[in-house]
């Protein structure tokens, strides 16, 4: 790490006058920096080089969290050497985010057990199968800046870093010992689904240019080739729609009944996966839990905590929940998609109409691929199954079936209680709300809306399709077939608005997932040595 004078942080407002800072860091990549490291994946030893507390912007809000650490195989220090038919050159750059929750995210490292899976994780997979691996931390929610002061780390900063951090790498392609910078693939889950859907859809956007100055990002291209993203929180500007378009009619919510605070503590701390509160420090991680039999230690790091008991809907989420359902129709039309067939998806007023049965069509190849693999789904109320064949999927039945974790409003909550209203904060710490609709239900006098900049630079939605955005060629989207921490509807208008505008869009529901990610490894490595070679 280079000179590391105590840096100025200072809040970064996209309309205000940008102040320039002295440079802190460098931006060059120093290859003699490293430790050499090995670790076991299914009795292989893998070996690499790790390059750690790789400052990737010159002047950072919180250098602790624009942070990144390299993982290079070992086997691209030798002459000749090669990994999975790749060499130095050619290995594609894995770029994973550990965001959860929209809570800071810490740089993935290669790890043989992780947490959610128990395995080996997708770094150490993407080691072993001859990728470079690129593993930014990023500000997140609750990350304060050096300065002590500042909420640094509200929308859109996690994007705005990991936007620095591929413009880092490609800063130092001719530094790097290995690793092709026109090969780089993100890949994250929930929040950080989200983000990798941002990162691909938003290459090179000059939106966020003022915000990526104020950090010393360099100055480089950054779009990239793929992104993976699991189970995506996104479109949050109509999420809420979209979920009670799925659950009306369920009225009972698993959330647990005690939100994140939304009013932390100045220097609450930007640790990730604990809050500070007076002199307690409560985790954030998975609660108690159950769905459909699974563990809540599958459940990502961050999300909201799930309780094990349900609650009633009140009288006036009821009334939240159908208004939201009427709107979702007007906003699935208006994106005029198209199914592979060239078929208009769309809804009637009631909620019904080709895009609901685009919608069972991908629940019902997820069953589909379960009978295949010889489960019994006979006691699923919600599947009409002949000889074998799913003939039907009914979405009311199916919605009583995965349950409701989320009261409505789901996200935007009326009281700016949820992570997503603290992630649209201001630099004080003053939960924002991100919809109109909840705005205008919100009780306390005062209470403001995020700026329509930042809820647009938050939704990949409306990039799609923009001139001078180079959105990713490849996309790789995953959403649990028993997920219900959004829509499936969300995570399919991505897929949708991408593939009709020509991308390379492969989409599916998982049978048997619940709120997760990176769980199919070597399908997504497949799938990614596919499109690189
Ligand atoms: C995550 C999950 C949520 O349900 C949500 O609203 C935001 C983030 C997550 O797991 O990252």
Redesign the pocket.
Known sequence: VSSAAATTAKTVKADAPIKVKQAKYSLKFNAKNYTKETLKLEGQAVAFRAYRDVVYTAKPASVASESMSIFIPEAYFQKGGTVNGYTAKTAPIFLPNG????MPGESKEPSASERMSGGANASLVALSKGYVVAAPAVRGRTTVGDDGKTYVGKAPAFLVDYKAAVRYLRHNRHRLPAGNTDRIISDG????GALSALLGATGNSKEYDAELRAVGAANERDDIFAAMAY?P?TDLDHADMAYEWMFNGVNEAYQHSAPMSPLLPLNAGSMPGALKVGDAVVPLGPGPVVQGGSAAAD??D???VEDSSAVEMTQAERVASDQLKALFPAYVNSLGLKDRQGRALTLDEDGTGSFADYIKSVYAASAQSALDAGEDLSALDWLTIENGMVKDVDLAKYAAWATR??AAP??DKFDRS???NDEFGTTDNTPRHFTGFSLTRDKEAGATMATWDDVRRMNPMYFIGQQDVTVAPHWRIRHGAKDR??SLAVPALLALKLQDSGYDVDFASPWGKG?AGDYDLDALFDWADGICK
Do not use: M, Q, W
């Open positions: 965001v959860g929750g929209y889950t929930s929040a950080g189970c929180i459940r990502p961050n999300a909201p974790l989320k789901a996200f949820s992570a997503e921490d959004t709120h």
